[in-house]
């Protein structure tokens, strides 16, 4: 296994922006980044294991059942349709208050587990940095191991970022314009990964 070139992908896979990085971005900014760490872990945690069940070869089914793939497409990009609405709809005097959807780590977790590019993502680690292993198991397993470390890492930055943001804009009606951005970003990256 190749290790190095693993962990570049992993952080680059992780510190991007995408649907999970915006929502723990917005909770953050809510309810502190403290409040946001049970999240975090969750949904790493659900990404971590599907790239060890892809490992095992349950990553193959998405390959061979396309239909399971695009339900699960829908499924995603309709509820982050939904949550980037929640997000853009708050009224101003939400933004101070804690009123806000908050991402929970079920939530989290349900994110990895109904996004197929998750498990897209898992499949081709599996298959570009584990193929040809003498100890495929193990192999997967410590690039799950590391994939976890990083992405937690990664999310944390998005975190830390989310409670700069309170700092940065002050007012409400600029508190409200970066929801505003946030919410379209959500919304943007949920149907790109659907057009995709």
Known sequence: ???????????????T???TNILVLSNSQHFGVKNTVPAILSGCLAASLIV???GAGAGEMLRHYPLIRQ???WVGMLWLSWMSWQLFSAPAANVS??????????????????????WML????????APASSHPMRDIALMAFCFLVISIACLLCWAWLGKAVN??????????????????????????????
Request: glycine share 2%.
């Open 97 to 118: 208050v804690k009123s806000h959807s908050r991402f929970t780590p079920r939530a989290a977790a349900l994110l990895q587990i109904v996004n197929p590019k998750t």
């Open 52 to 54: 060890l069940i892809s």
């Open 71 to 73: 339900v699960m497409s």
């Open 167 to 196: 700092r940065v804009f002050r007012t409400t009606v600029a508190m409200v314009r970066f929801q505003r951005l946030m919410a379209l970003c959500l919304f943007i990256s949920a149907w790109a990964g659907m057009l995709a």
């Open 17 to 19: 922006p995408g649907p």
């Open 1 to 15: 296994m190749s290790l190095i070139p693993f962990l570049l992908f992993a952080f680059v896979a992780s510190i």
């Open 122 to 129: 898992a499949l081709a680690v599996v298959s570009l940095f």
